[in-house]
């Protein structure tokens, strides 16, 4: 057990050629100290780049969560975290904030290893952790008990609802964003009161153990934020189960989180699940054609197509679609795949070589479903890629909505594009999926597409825009893509329990309305 909070060297095992070759190890974080697992066993972090390892990791299993959660569980019921000044927990939260900033450079170096992010997208995903926290820490000193004023009447009651915390939170997350999944789900539970277990993706756990870092150098109290990383079937699956914790915070596929639903019912937890997508981008015919095919590839390439609200369905009028095309294609072809350390590349790999796998079986679908290949389609023919789980960005066209690659989440560079003769067919097909998560339209007239954006059955639209998630802004899905929601006054709530407070005005037996009822007066 090592109580303090310093990254750890051990010698790579089997680097013979090199024995002194150092890497970095992290532990698991449980009721404020750094541990190995209870079983003593370790992963590796892979690099999706040059398939090296960027750490050895502790793996927690179910009983390394139940200790999490037992101090977890302890740190709420008797700790000082949940009774503590709004405003001290506020400057706690800050803090937070300013230690990512100030370690921005080292984290989205991390964060490019462990995840194959481009270093912009890295960047920029470090800055919003440090700024959506910042976010959280004003929730955090916010008033948030409100009057009933509709029900309060003077001499009779007063009425108020208190926000309370839930109390223990178990927060699981995926590998597309880890650092500011890792805020979206911290910031507004502790901002709430909980305390939390918080378990990052297999696939990239690097920058959440730093985050125990900062968070154990501030001085949080025991057992406030727990982080064990691990495997779902492992970890996953007894934080969501056990009976300690109240609340269950899920950013992850639709396929885990129906798991993870049926598996809180035991205990009627509470649920936030913030799950896969399908999102359709519709252009209409006065759309600025330069701007929409460049945020048509913005929507889609982001992250090589690893984000749940990417706009993996593009919706073009006949009329416009050849030249649409035209247009894509050409830009599609200039973009470099690369190091993703290299400010100049524009898509890294992606995650793993299952998901390589599972992208390119898709495209083979595709094809044999009847669409066709207009760019792209493979894994690059490129000697220095070849260690790089890479897929070339990748447009379909002759899609049909019914189509697998139209109705299933690939999570990769690949767009569907499917022509529309009307608006209602474009807004028919677009609601023709299991999810609805984001969405945007393309017009020079605002009217005209906010008319279209109010059909769209999605918890984001965005009119001329992509992929901006504000954290003052409610984010999460319609349909399969979800339930609740994450960011904003709505995501601070769903951290909380809504408690009526009735006080009694009327001081005096006769007043009462419930003598006549069952008690004699
Ligand atoms: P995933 O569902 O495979 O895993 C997500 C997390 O759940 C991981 O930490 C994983 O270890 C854990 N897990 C897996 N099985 C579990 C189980 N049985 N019990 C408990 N936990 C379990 O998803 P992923 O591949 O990591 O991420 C990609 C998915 O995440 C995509 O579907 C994407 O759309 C979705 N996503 C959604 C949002 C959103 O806000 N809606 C944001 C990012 C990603």
Known sequence: MT??????????EGDKKNPKKLMTSYQLYINGQFVDSTSKQTFDSINPFNQEIVAKVA?????????????????????P?????????????KAISDKINERKKELTKLEVDDSGSTIRKAGEDIYLSA????????????????????????????NIVVREPVGVVGAIIPWNFPLKMAIWKLGPALAAGNTVVLKPSELTPCTAIELAKIIHEIGFPAGVVNIVPGFGNEVGEEIVKNPMVDKISFTGSTAVGKRVMALAAEHLKKVTLE??????????????????????????????????????????????????????I????????????????????????????????????????????????????????????????????GVKNSMTIAQEEIFGPVLSVIQYETEDEAVRMANDSIYGLGGGVWSKDKDRAMSVASKLRTGTVWINEWHLISEKAPFGGYKQSGVGRELGLEGLKEYTEAKHVHIDELGSRDKKPWYDTVVPK
């Not at 975290?81 to 939260?93: C, Q």
């Not at 929507?299 to 649409?324: M, N, S, V, W």
């Not at 995650?351 to 796998?357: F, L, M």
């Not at 479903?369 to 207009?374: F, S, W």
Request: proline share 6%; glycine share 8%.
């Open 3 to 12: 109580p303090c909070a310093k990254k750890r060297r051990v010698p790579l």
């Open 59 to 79: 793996r927690a299993n179910a009983e390394d969560a139940k200790l999490a959660i037992a101090a977890a569980r302890k740190a709420f019921d008797e700790g």
């Open 330 to 397: 050409a830009k599609t072809k200039r973009l470099k795949l690369g190091d993703p350390k290299d400010p100049t590349t524009d898509l890294g790999p992606v995650i793993s070589k299952k998901q390589q796998e599972r992208v390119l079986g898709y495209v083979t679908k595709g094809k044999q479903e009847g669409a066709t290949v207009a760019v792209g389609g493979n894994a690059p023919n490129d000697a220095k890629l070849a260690k790089g789980f890479f897929v070339e960005p990748t447009v379909f066209t």
């Open 131 to 158: 700024r959506n926290m910042n976010y959280f820490s004003k929730l955090a000193a916010m008033e948030l008990t409100e009057p009933l004023t509709e029900l309060s009447k003077p001499g009779i009651s007063q």
């Open 275 to 328: 799950c896969g997508g399908k999102s359709a981008n519709i252009v209409l015919e006065d759309a600025d054609l330069d701007l929409a095919v460049d945020g048509a590839m913005y929507a889609i390439f982001y992250h090589q197509g690893q984000c749940c609200e990417a706009g993996t369905r593009l919706f073009l009028p006949k009329k416009l679609h050849d030249e649409f095309i035209d247009k894509l």
């Open 81 to 93: 975290w949940p009774r503590m000044k709004r405003e001290e927990r506020a400057a706690m939260l």
